[in-house]
């Protein structure tokens, strides 16, 4: 009886009778959880356009970060920088276009899979040989002042940095869906995605739309690393956050923008909820595997996501 | 080769001395043919004679290793796919080549990609321009579903629609592009009588009403006989015959192609 009165009631009549640190704990997991969508959005881009899974996603935010940060080292102003690094994630789409998609085009989808495991290692590799292996620290002049939010009589706390995170996810997000569901661009990608052969005979250049959708994952990744990079230092542990994006990705659907996003944020305050009011029961740590548990129970019951295209198979 | 009309003048693609190889195998060994301005132009032969590769050469699939293409005045030897789209050249697939995650109507829009010029920031806030160009382009997207009288399949993905109805899409998305020379493979294959008279009537009144050059792939020798102006006979990769379809029918290498007989 103790037990099951620790662990099904005493939580919510805590989250009943103090309403105002509930609101916290659901905005700072809300704040986090965009941070989340973000990584997982570089995926969904390019799994829509090539029906792959990008296992290098992580390490170009790991890659992006340490150009970045390599550059200010240097002297470069903090704008400057950031423009200077777009550039270099746009380089290096239209490299991987030419040296990998281009060579596998037509391939089994597991073909290019294979081939982004090897770009993973080679983009680590690279990255910390021009700019070093040591943990970096970030800073792109985004106050990180802590804030306190009057609501009903009583005061929330949150990190400003948070909120400015979470308000240029949301702009990012809003931009990508704009991009993809109102121009020929992202007709064409969809395109793409269904059918590389009909999609070159309606006029539709593969490699330009290669290029537009690594470059536009490249710059997703950019910005997932000024953020994350900020928060926690830029070292080689900012290429795993990728693995946090996995769960989101089972969760919202591999090939849904709106999903990553929902999923996200349900996986971000799910997991603050569980470490505040479950966490001292088992003794802490529910943040780390939160995300994983809830998605092998996805993949239980609905295994293509939450918005994700249902699998029909035709026999 | 063909009736005195013929002239090169009025050609609007000539194929001259085209090889293709993959490998050891030898697809297409110095076919030549042409293909005048405003006809139905069949590509006929057993299967493996190389109109698939044909097709696939004509609109930039494959590369010639020998021989050149000539369309509109303009010779090439290699191009892209994408590029002969943009220079007209509309297809249709043996293998239907939908967008199957999308409508109807997304897949014939996507036959307007190239028309669509405006910036894509214009089009992501949807303002002026770009508005009024996507209106333009949607109204020319209804203009080929009414044609195609496929107003009721409008808004369902491909993917549910019998194959018969498929077809038919995916040639209203090669007309959506308004392609000077149309590559049709072929286009009946699989359907019923009944579909079949529908889609030879929509061949013939493209072709007529728009005067769009069609050149088509048919293993239905009643089809071909009726609809086409010209047929080229291949065979083993090789040009067997050229003529009207009178003149083919008659030939006796095309009869022997067909029939299988030996002759000394």
């Known amino acids: ?30 704040l986090t959880g965009i941070m989340y969508s973000l990584v997982a959005l570089g995926f969904v881009l390019i799994f829509k356009a090539s029906e792959t899974f990008n296992f290098a996603q992580g390490v170009m935010v790991l890659f992006a ?21 777009v550039g270099v994630m746009v380089l290096l789409a239209m490299a991987i276009e030419k040296v990998m998609l281009r060579p596998l085009v037509n391939q089994d989808p597991f073909i290019l899979f294979m081939a982004t495991i090897g770009l993973t290692f080679f983009l680590e590799g690279f990255g910390e040989t021009l700019w070093g292996s040591n943990v970096k620290r970030l800073d792109v002049g985004i106050p990180e002042r802590p804030l306190e939010v009057p609501l009903g009589g009583d005061f929330m706390l ?13 702009v990012m997000v809003l931009g990508l869906a704009l991009f993809f569901h109102r121009t020929t661009i992202g007709r064409a990608l969809r ?44 070292q080689f542990s900012l290429s795993l956050i990728a693995l946090k994006a996995l769960p989101v990705l089972i969760l919202g659907g591999l090939t849904s923008v709106p999903g990553a996003i929902v999923g ?7 997991e603050k909820i569980g470490e505040v009011y479950w966490g001292p029961l088992v003794g802490g740590a529910i943040e780390n595997w939160f995300a994983y548990v809830l998605a092998l129970i996805f993949l239980l019951f609905r295994p293509q996501g939450l918005f994700g295209e249902r699998i029909i198979e035709r026999v | 080769m063909a009736g005195p009309e013929t002239s090169p003048a009025e050609a609007i693609l000539e194929v001259e001395n085209v090889s293709l190889r993959f490998g050891g195998v030898q697809a297409l060994s110095e076919v030549s043919f042409d293909v005048q301005s405003g006809e139905v132009r069949a590509i006929i032969g057993p299967n493996g004679a190389g109109k698939s590769s044909m097709l696939n050469v004509i609109n930039g699939f494959y590369h010639p290793q020998e021989g050149s293409i000539t369309f509109k005045g303009v010779t090439r030897r290699r191009m892209r796919t994408h590029e002969a789209a943009a220079q007209g050249i509309a297809r249709t697939f043996q293998n239907i080549a939908l967008f199957r995650g999308m409508t109807t109507l997304d897949n014939i829009m996507t036959g307007r990609n190239l028309k669509m010029k405006r910036n894509f920031l214009l089009q992501a806030l949807y303002l002026g321009p770009a508005r009024r ?84 792939i048919e293993h239905d020798m009643g089809v071909v006989m009726d609809i086409s102006d010209r047929v080229v006979v291949l065979d083993y990769g090789r040009l067997l015959a050229d003529g009207t379809p009178d003149e083919v029918r008659r030939n006796p290498l095309v009869i022997d192609a067909y029939l299988g007989t030996v002759r000394d």
């Open chain 1, 191 to 234: 395109a793409v995605a269904d059918d590389h052969q009909a999609a070159m005979a309606v006029g539709i250049s593969l490699r330009t739309i290669w290029v537009v959708v690594w470059s536009v994952s490249g710059v997703v990744a950019l910005v997932a690393g000024i953020m994350w990079g900020a928060k926690s230092g830029v």
């Open chain 1, 65 to 85: 970060a340490l150009t970045l940060v390599g550059l200010q080292e240097r002297g470069v102003p903090t704008w400057l920088a950031i423009g200077i690094t």
């Open chain 2, 133 to 216: 160009e996507e209106m333009e382009h949607r109204e020319f997207a209804e203009r080929v579903i009414d044609f195609l009288e496929i107003q009721a399949i409008r808004k369902t993905p491909v993917s549910r629609l019998p194959y018969g109805l498929q077809k038919r899409v995916e040639l209203g998305r090669a007309l959506a592009a308004e392609p000077d020379m149309l590559l049709l493979d072929e286009p009946m294959a699989g359907m019923n009588t009944e579909e079949k008279e529908d889609m030879c009537r929509f061949i013939l009144d493209v072709n007529g009403e728009f005067g769009t050059t069609v050149v088509l």
């Open chain 1, 264 to 270: 996200g944020l349900i996986i971000g305050i799910g």
């Open chain 1, 158 to 170: 949150l990190n400003e940095f948070d909120l400015w995170a979470a308000g240029i996810g949301a």
């Open chain 1, 1 to 30: 009886m103790e037990i099951l009165n620790a662990f099904f009631v005493s939580p919510f009549v805590d989250m009943a009778e103090y309403p105002v640190f509930f609101a916290e704990v659901v905005a700072n997991g809300f």
